[in-house]
């Protein structure tokens, strides 16, 4: 058994603009379902994504076995296909610019590195229930400028 955990990052109504994550938490018992969100604050779509990942990551044991769902296609091959590039070329990009969002590019392999991480892409807005719901949840702390778990 591993946990699994669906995340999602929303920023409204400006992209840049208000930044906030949601993500959902699937405990290995299959039953134990966590909602959490968090409200950055101003931030890019692509900040809020990542941001969504560290954090539905941070809620799970180091060493375990976890599975990260999102719709984005950014943050899967971000952890996936980039990383060692990235790596290679003294983290820049392939125009040769530093990677944008390195700290929290960082941040979120350290978090990855620390449990066995693989990946799962799902299309948004497309009837997936726990990637609505982490949407809904990133979408709720930019209602309510807070943050719950």
């Not at 044991?61 to 899967?76: I, K």
């Not at 040769?96 to 590195?113: C, I, P, S, Y």
Request: glycine share 12%; aromatic share 8%; with cysteine.
């Amino acid at each position: 058994m591993h946990w699994v955990a669906y995340t999602d990052g929303a920023c409204a109504p400006t992209n840049p603009g208000p930044a906030a994550w949601g993500a959902v938490l699937i405990a290995p018992d299959g039953q134990t379902v966590t909602p959490c969100y968090g409200f950055i604050g101003h931030g890019t779509n692509q900040i809020a994504e990542i941001t969504a990942a560290l954090e539905g990551l941070r809620r799970t044991p180091e060493g375990a076995q976890v599975e990260l769902v999102s719709d984005s296609q950014y943050v899967l091959k971000g952890l996936t296909e980039w990383r060692k590039g990235w790596e290679r070329k003294g983290w820049r990009n392939s125009k040769g610019e530093v990677v944008a969002n390195l700290e929290l590019w960082q941040r979120l392999f350290a978090m990855a590195d620390a449990r066995k991480v693989t990946t799962r892409w799902v299309r948004g807005h497309n009837g997936d229930r726990y990637n609505e719901q982490a949407d809904a949840l990133a979408n709720e702390a930019l209602r309510v400028r807070g943050s719950q778990g």
